[in-house]
């Protein structure tokens, strides 16, 4: 301020003090600016640590919760595709295996039968999910050759086996599946708050009758249904629901009831508040086995709110159900080479797909072995009643995953005796001899002989007393 103070003794004019004092306030001005930008810097600094530290914990967290499940990825070599497959085929869709194992001691490994086999199918661009239920009694090749159940396919090598059943079998391209024990089920149900099902008057006496034994596997208390009607259901509840075999329609009316419990549940949780899917994720995932990696599950879970579960149906599509000896009772496609095309029509929009070599093969050595059929209806189907035959029920008895035709099986059967009826043997079946080298798993028993199930009266009403026989050996519903 040297020209300022020259002007208060005179000595200067006025020009040069206004000039003295602009230029003295830009001196301050930069001055206060530095030091401005340097606290501006330092406050961003704190901003992009906090952010930091946030991202980094929001990533542990992640990552410890999606340490609960249990990963294992599936050998790429080790998996079947048909030779003949289309490379496009599945473009722009994520195709992939969900069993459900009835595991009491909650293994999930191979040794135990799948209950439940369902393909998803999801649009990626659209977020449309369908879901197919293969029926766990479906006669189809083991991958080796051998023809069996379709549940047996998990009990002898686990879900890699089960997966590659499913490719060989349905010209799929599957490589990622998701296994569930139905405990796990029970506990996301509950902790959902349950979920609203329509319980017919007939579903009332068989889900109680197994609901003790549900319980008593999950850990939890049993609530009886007494009455039938919409209500909200418990997750042994619905478990049990899912698992009922004994009521008209068998395994089929069973598959249907799969996923509608699994169709409630996805309806719940995309409205559920964040603590209710931490609990679940907490709860839940540690019952789960899947290949899916972390990365791929974060990736599908950004748009959980977007998916929307459309066509569901059961496969096959058009079939019987009889008994063959050394396998028992089965679902037959009729016949698996035109279902194979129908799959492939719903899931992939495909007109007039035509079915692999192998396929077509494996097609012919189920009409071999089970002869000529005929498809029944769905109003036949669902309103037949099963019941399981003493091969039925040996083969409950037997060991999982010994290479028979063994494992768990309870309930009245699918195919099995049809109410009030006796056998008699015919034919005689074959393996196909359609093996793949890279398979390890034992090899199941060939089946044996068909057997031709007496004629049926249509919607049978047998007395409530004959439904199911009684099976000493019953694990499920």
């Given at each position: 301020m040297e020209v300022y103070f020259n002007y208060e003794r005179g000595n200067t004019n006025a020009n040069e003090l206004v000039f003295s004092l602009l230029l003295f306030s830009q001196r301050k001005l930069k001055q206060r600016s530095e030091k401005g930008y340097t606290m501006f810097k330092k406050v961003l600094i704190a901003i992009l640590a906090i952010l930091a530290c946030t991202v980094a914990a929001g990533a542990f967290y992640i990552h410890s919760k999606l340490n609960k499940i249990n990963t294992e990825e599936?050998?790429?070599?080790?998996?079947?595709?048909?030779?003949?497959?289309?490379?496009?085929?599945?473009?722009?869709?994520?195709?992939?295996?969900?069993?459900?194992?009835?595991?009491?001691?909650?293994?999930?490994?191979?040794?135990?039968?799948?209950?439940?086999?369902?393909?998803?199918?999801?649009?990626?661009?659209?977020?449309?999910?369908?879901?197919?239920?293969?029926?766990?009694?479906?006669?189809?090749?083991?991958t080796d050759g051998s023809l069996h159940k379709s549940n047996s396919a998990y009990s002898y090598g686990g879900a890699e086996q089960a997966v590659n059943m499913l490719n060989m079998n349905l010209d799929l391209n599957i490589t990622d599946y998701v296994t569930v024990d139905f405990t796990a089920v029970a506990e996301a149900i509950d902790l959902l708050g349950g979920v609203e099902i329509n319980i017919k008057e007939e579903e009332v006496e068989y889900l109680n009758e197994f609901l003790g034994e549900t319980a008593s596997a999950a850990g939890k208390e049993a609530v009886e249904v007494t009455v039938a009607g919409l209500q909200t259901l418990d997750g042994v509840q619905a478990t049990t629901y899912a698992r009922i075999r004994s009521t008209a329609g068998?395994?089929?009316?069973?598959?249907?009831?799969?996923?509608?419990?699994?169709?409630?549940?996805?309806?719940?949780?995309?409205?559920?508040?964040?603590?209710?899917?931490?609990?679940?994720?907490?709860?839940?995932?540690?019952?789960?086995?899947?290949?899916?990696?972390?990365?791929?599950?974060?990736?599908?879970?950004?748009?959980?709110?977007?998916?929307?579960?459309?066509?569901?149906?059961?496969?096959?599509?058009?079939?019987?159900?009889?008994?063959?000896?050394?396998?028992?009772?089965?679902?037959?496609?009729?016949t698996l080479?035109?279902?194979?095309?129908?799959?492939?029509?719903?899931?992939?929009?495909?007109?007039?797909?035509?079915?692999?070599?192998?396929?077509?093969?494996?097609?012919k050595v189920i009409e071999e072995?089970?002869?000529?059929?005929?498809?029944?209806?769905?109003?036949?189907?669902?309103?037949?009643?099963?019941?399981?035959t003493e091969e039925d029920r040996q083969q409950e008895k037997g060991s999982s995953g010994s290479g028979s035709s063994s494992g768990s099986r309870s309930g009245s059967g699918t195919g099995g005796n049809k109410k009030n009826g006796s056998s008699s043997s015919e034919n005689s079946s074959q393996g196909n001899g359609?093996?793949?080298?890279?398979?390890?798993?034992?090899?199941?028993?060939?089946?044996?002989?068909?057997?031709?199930?007496?004629?049926?009266?249509?919607?049978?009403?047998?007395?409530?007393?004959?439904?199911?026989?009684?099976?000493t050996n019953q694990t499920a519903p």
């Open positions: 599936l050998d790429s070599e080790k998996l079947i595709v048909n030779e003949d497959l289309a490379e496009d085929l599945g473009d722009g869709y994520t195709t992939f295996a969900v069993f459900g194992v009835d595991s009491r001691e909650g293994e999930l490994e191979k040794g135990v039968r799948s209950d439940c086999i369902i393909v998803a199918n999801l649009n990626n661009e659209t977020k449309e999910v369908q879901l197919v239920s293969v029926y766990r009694d479906t006669i189809l090749d083991m068998g395994d089929f009316t069973r598959a249907e009831r799969q996923r509608i419990v699994i169709e409630k549940m996805v309806e719940k949780a995309k409205t559920s508040d964040f603590n209710t899917l931490n609990k679940i994720i907490d709860k839940v995932l540690p019952g789960i086995k899947t290949s899916f990696t972390s990365k791929e599950i974060i990736n599908y879970a950004r748009y959980f709110a977007e998916y929307k579960l459309t066509d569901s149906t059961g496969f096959p599509m058009e079939k019987t159900a009889d008994r063959i000896t050394g396998i028992g009772s089965v679902v037959i496609p009729v080479e035109s279902n194979v095309r129908q799959l492939h029509e719903m899931l992939y929009g495909t007109l007039n797909y035509q079915v692999s070599l192998q396929v077509a093969g494996i097609s072995a089970a002869g000529t059929q005929e498809a029944q209806s769905n109003d036949e189907i669902y309103n037949q009643y099963y019941e399981d359609n093996s793949n080298s890279n398979n390890n798993t034992p090899t199941p028993s060939v089946p044996g002989e068909k057997e031709t199930a007496p004629e049926q009266s249509e919607q049978p009403e047998p007395p409530a007393e004959e439904v199911p026989v009684e099976n």
